[in-house]
């Protein structure tokens, strides 16, 4: 890396999180902001049931049933009730990759975590430090070491909170950073290098403490670098290191060790005899062993060749020894390894029923039978050591790289290629009232999934993958794959798949398949027959040149093949929908190609010649626009040489010249993915490293939408069109959608000039029934995402709040102070009248194609966005009489309206008037669903509707009317108890009203005495509630519930009558003859006049 670029890497991240703070504060003054779009809230929908990568586990110790978790790719776990239910506890930060977390000993409030994940993966991120917590991980500091990009381990000091140690084995990709051990001895306000690593390549991978002397110190050193091309994993830097004045001083441990160059080592000490040290050591070409020592370091003994498998050492390595038994310890691996013996044999855990790729555990501090394992699939719990487990499915950390989503009906479905968790499918939404759970996911193939592809149209078909290139094609009906990776014919060059490789069904026919590897297949067959479109596109190199470290390296040196992905690749690849012939294709070693005939002829931009971007470029994403042949976007990424700057480039004339899109981008935030509204054509969507971004106006201005998501690296984004969602992958929290985005085509700069705006539906409403028949006792530990609201969502702007004369005043008042000046006390009268100003209000009402009434829903009064969902329901009928309805009161259920037209409009009431605040919207209902049997008429049915509403507003008032005159009743016997004189007439008439009320309430609800056991005969209510049964689905009333509402009716007028007399006579008349005859007034009589 040249001086310039190692200089402007360096601010880069030093500066950024300070640059984005500031950016924040000063963009969050302006209307057209993030915080504006806080209300275009995406919705997480999982998946759990196979998690993601864990980095670490700390159980506290003073608490066992308290766990922190360091997700990989997911910032931090917590959990008080071990693993029932979890809660992230760092979405807010600057990153999301973290890789240590750690318990203060002297007191579990204080919590230390190091940021970016220590393995040599090609798929990791980066971090910006160490953050302290105070609290328990409410709040969090970052406490320096920003440059250090990965930390490895931190040590607190057992008795002085203040002294900290930090392993930090730095950039992976580059050179400098902050490397080495660093130590605090004010609780991290200001740092000390305290064992530097011998070059810029060189960092802490490991680090002990002997839990008997806390100035005893071990700590492992690692030297490797990894490019996009290779990965060298050993190197002359890599060592093993002891202190014994707290990590003032270090001396090399050698005696025993291998003399070449080392790789990765994972430390460990024995809990029981603290003398004893374990070290886990790599060596060139994925060999080496585990050794032992019985002095403290002094000399080593290599008991086994024991090193972490799969993918390679860089990639695990980590040891622990157990808490319960001397000289037990494992080693984290691809199949994790358990030894009795201090390191000599070693026996597989069982993994029958456990994802593999393991990295970090824990441990109880009294249950030698306790085992925490955390994987590439999550967490997993023992109480039996290991011989059963039990998988934590209620983490949804799913590292997705490509998304789909399908046009299945009526709900899409979503499928995303995962890191190491196969290719997983689920559903956008269910019909249950619960959300999505585990069991709506399912597999469609093995491996580490990758870009997935839907046939449009044609949900039956799809198509999976497994890195570098083995594609399938998975057909719905019969649950098979048909494998069909394209094959060279005899005599042509090996295939170079890409790690992710690209594949794209064709817009202009859905029989039309595109795959690459280092050519561009086409397939017009669904995948039976291949045919190359072209010759290499790349530019095919040598890697095993590339240098590494600052140097070449022979055959014998550290490569770790297993661990490189293929190279001189095509990474993406896009068809015009304009024109078919329009192809392109964007190489991992820094070319854009394109054919406008069909792939006869191809056309090469090198990036070295296109101005502002690096030469080294990957090409993350080559999208044709949806609209203009000539015009294409590309997304370029630098990270794997150290420059994490966002590239995103566009041409209109098919490559000749470029422009920068990126300019208004976060300096950090590297661009994944592009995506173009269908509709819009200046409407864009991006992924970045730490979010997800939109412009409207092709890309001059962007904007985060950060509602509803955490800080995660979104790796893909795509637009569901039917439904106008967006559908975005993340790599670490799984999959979220925006629902209809469409309020996105109309909020420009200078829409937002108007003081309101109101934005129905971007599509047709689903109208059904929710399903309510789920389980609600299947405990707490269960995932369960969320559905979008069940209704029409409506979304409005307001270009200011809505204040009182009250809010008006304060908000003067500040202003006031701060030019210097300071406010007078009101007038008595302005507070007075401040007091009565009713609060102002927002409110959507709801009309049917009509123009009829049907309902009313509350909106917020702030300035900005707001969505507000009608649930497709009338408005209430029933009486309202304060107190809560049961929730198996029948006469409190909501009518739904009809599929139809609607019509919603903005009002708002300040001061007591109302006025039209922006023009209606009209958005329609349409039924998704259709019974096996046919019903009634949708026109009966709103009919027997309309009757069941008048019949509930009768029924709801009679009942409430004889309940407040039961009420009175009572404080009629009270008063004439206190009545003075013959009182003989009052409790004669009394008794008369009390056995009236009896009456009715038998003809009403029955005999009570008749609830305890037995059959009970039909009554008023329970013929009522009979019919309005009929509302629990859409098939709508049968004959019985017609039958029974008849029955109901009838009885009902005459209650209605007597309930009537009851109020308007009898119980005033005897109220007012207490009255008269001296006694107390009671709740509801007239004035007492003499």
């Known amino acids: 890396m040249n001086v310039l670029l190692k200089a402007a890497v360096a601010v880069s991240l030093a500066c950024a999180s300070s640059n984005t703070l500031a950016a924040k504060s000063d963009e969050e003054k302006a209307l057209f902001s993030s915080k504006t779009f806080e209300a275009m809230k995406l919705r997480n929908i999982g998946p759990a049931y196979m998690s993601g990568r864990i980095a670490d586990i700390e159980v506290d110790q003073n608490n066992p049933s308290t766990w922190y978790t360091a997700v990989g790719s997911g910032g931090i776990w917590k959990t008080v009730n071990a693993g029932t239910t979890w809660t992230p506890i760092f979405d807010k930060q600057a990153v999301y990759s973290t890789g240590d977390v750690t318990i203060d000993p002297s007191n579990s409030n204080i919590i230390w975590v190091g940021t970016g994940e220590n393995n040599g993966g090609r798929h990791i991120s980066f971090g910006d430090g160490v953050y302290k917590s105070m609290d328990g991980g409410k709040t969090w500091k970052n406490m320096g070491l920003k440059k250090s990009e990965r930390i490895s381990d931190i040590i607190i000091h057992p008795t002085d909170s203040n002294t900290v140690w930090v392993s930090a084995q730095g950039p992976l990709w580059t050179d400098g950073g902050e490397r080495g051990l660093y130590k605090t001895t004010d609780g991290g306000e200001t740092w000390k290098l305290v064992l530097k690593p011998e070059d810029e390549w060189t960092g802490v991978t490991s680090l002990l403490i002997d839990p008997r002397n806390p100035n005893k110190l071990y700590a492992a050193t690692w030297s490797r670098q990894r490019k996009i091309e290779a990965y060298v994993g050993t190197g002359p830097g890599s060592g093993i290191h002891t202190s014994d004045d707290g990590g003032e001083t270090w001396t090399e441990l050698k005696t025993g060790l291998p003399k070449g160059n080392m790789g990765k080592i994972g430390l460990a000490i024995s809990p029981i005899n603290p003398d004893v040290v374990y070290a886990a050591v790599e060596i060139d070409n994925r060999k080496g062993g585990l050794y032992r020592s019985a002095n403290q370091g002094q000399s080593w003994t290599k008991m086994s060749d024991e090193v972490g498998g799969g993918t390679g050492p860089h990639y695990y390595q980590e040891i622990f020894a157990d808490k319960h038994q001397f000289d037990r310890i494992y080693i984290a691996s691809n199949y994790s390894k358990v030894s009795d013996d201090g390191g000599k044999t070693w026996t597989p855990i069982n993994t029958k029923r456990k994802h593999v790729d393991d990295h970090a555990m824990a441990f109880h501090p009294t249950d030698p039978d306790f085992v925490l394992i955390g994987s590439d699939g999550g967490i997993y719990m023992s109480h039996d050591r290991m011989a059963n487990w039990r998988f934590m499915a209620n983490l949804p950390l799913t590292q997705f790289y490509k998304v789909a989503p399908d046009d299945s009906k009526p709900f899409y479905k979503v499928y995303g290629g995962t890191q190491d968790n196969s290719t997983q499918g689920g559903p956008s939404r269910t019909m249950r009232t619960e959300g999505i759970k585990n069991k709506d996911w399912f597999l469609t193939l093995g491996g580490d999934g990758h870009q997935p592809a839907v046939e449009p149209g044609n949900p039956d078909i799809m198509y999976s993958q497994w890195q570098q290139g083995n594609l399938a094609r998975h057909d719905f009906k019969t649950r098979e794959n048909v494998y069909i990776k394209p094959q060279p014919l005899p005599g042509d060059p090996a295939e170079r798949f890409n790690w992710d490789a690209p594949v794209n069904v064709s817009t202009h026919d859905p029989k039309r398949v595109y795959f690459a590897s280092q050519r561009v297949w086409r397939s017009d067959d669904r995948g039976d027959s291949w045919t190359p479109i072209s010759g290499d596109l790349t530019k095919n190199g040598n890697r095993m040149h590339t240098p590494m470290m600052g140097r070449t390296w022979s055959v014998e040196a550290g490569w770790d093949l297993y661990a490189m992905s293929e190279y001189h690749t095509i990474a993406n690849f896009s068809e015009s929908p304009v024109n078919e012939n329009i192809l392109w294709a964007g190489t991992d070693d820094g070319l854009i190609q394109v054919t406008s005939d069909g792939g006869k002829n191809w056309k090469k931009i090198d990036l070295k010649r296109v101005k502002g971007v690096p030469a080294t470029a990957y090409v993350n994403d080559i999208r044709a626009d949806l609209f203009d042949p000539n015009t294409v976007y590309v997304a370029l990424d630098n990270h794997k040489y150290g420059d994490f700057k966002p590239y995103l480039i566009k041409s209109t004339n098919l490559g000749k010249t470029w422009k920068s899109l990126a300019k208004d981008l976060p300096e950090n935030h590297l661009v994944w993915r592009i995506v173009q509204d269908h509709v819009n054509k200046d409407l864009m969507f991006i992924g970045t490293e730490f979010g997800i971004f939109f412009t409207v106006d092709g890309g001059k201005k962007w904007i985060e939408l950060n509602g509803g998501i955490p800080t995660i690296s979104t790796r893909d984004v795509k637009i569901q069109r039917r439904e106008n969602d967006l559908v975005a992958g993340t790599f670490g929290r799984g999959i979220y959608i925006l629902d209809d985005y469409t309020p996105l085509r109309t909020l420009t700069e200078k829409a937002m000039e108007q003081d309101a705006i109101l934005m129905g539906p971007g599509r047709p409403v689903k109208w059904y029934q929710e399903d309510t028949n789920h389980s609600r006792t299947d405990g707490d530990d269960r995932f369960v995402a969320d559905n ?285 003859s207490v009255i008269d005859a001296g006694g107390p007034w009671t709740s509801g009589a007239a004035v007492v006049t003499k």
Do not use: C
């Not at 009434?853 to 509350?858: E, G, N």
């Not at 001061?911 to 669903?929: M, R, Y």
């Not at 509403?949 to 009629?972: G, I």
């Open 788 to 1072: 979008p609201e069940h209704g029409a969502t409506l979304t409005y702007f307001l270009k200011d709040s809505l204040l009182t004369a009250k809010a008006l005043r304060q908000q003067a008042e500040k202003e006031l102070v701060k030019k210097e000046k300071y406010p007078k006390y009101p007038t008595w009268e302005a507070i007075e009248k401040e007091n009565q100003e009713p609060k102002p209000a927002v409110y959507l009402e709801i009309r049917d194609a009509e123009g009829n009434f049907v309902d009313r829903v509350a909106g917020k009064t702030t300035k900005g966005i707001h969505r507000v969902t009608w649930d497709m329901e009338y408005a209430a009928n029933q009486a309202i009489t304060g107190e809560k309805a049961s929730m198996w009161d029948p006469f409190a259920i909501g009518r739904m309206v009809m599929p139809g037209t609607y019509t919603a409009t903005l009002y708002k009431r300040v001061k007591g008037e109302v006025s039209q605040l922006a023009t209606p919207v009209e958005f329609e209902l349409q039924a998704i669903t259709e019974g096996a049997v046919s019903g009634p008429t949708a026109e009966s049915i709103a009919e027997f509707s309309e009757q069941l509403k008048s019949v509930q507003r009768r029924y709801t008032s009679t009942t409430a009317v004889l309940n407040e005159a039961t009420k009175t009743l009572q404080t009629v016997r009270k008063a004439i108890d206190q009545t003075p004189g013959n009182i003989s007439t009052l409790e004669s008439t009394y008794a008369e009203v009390q056995a009236e009320i009896n009456a009715i309430n038998l003809a009403l609800t029955g005999l009570k005495s008749r609830d305890r056991k037995g059959a009970k005969p039909a009554n008023i209510s329970s013929r009522l509630g009979y019919a309005m049964s009929a509302l629990w689905s859409s098939y709508g009333p049968t004959k019985q519930h017609r039958q029974q509402f008849g029955f109901a009716q009838q009885g009902l007028e005459d209650v209605m009558r007597r309930v009537s007399t009851l109020q308007e006579k009898t119980i005033p008349n005897l109220q007012q």
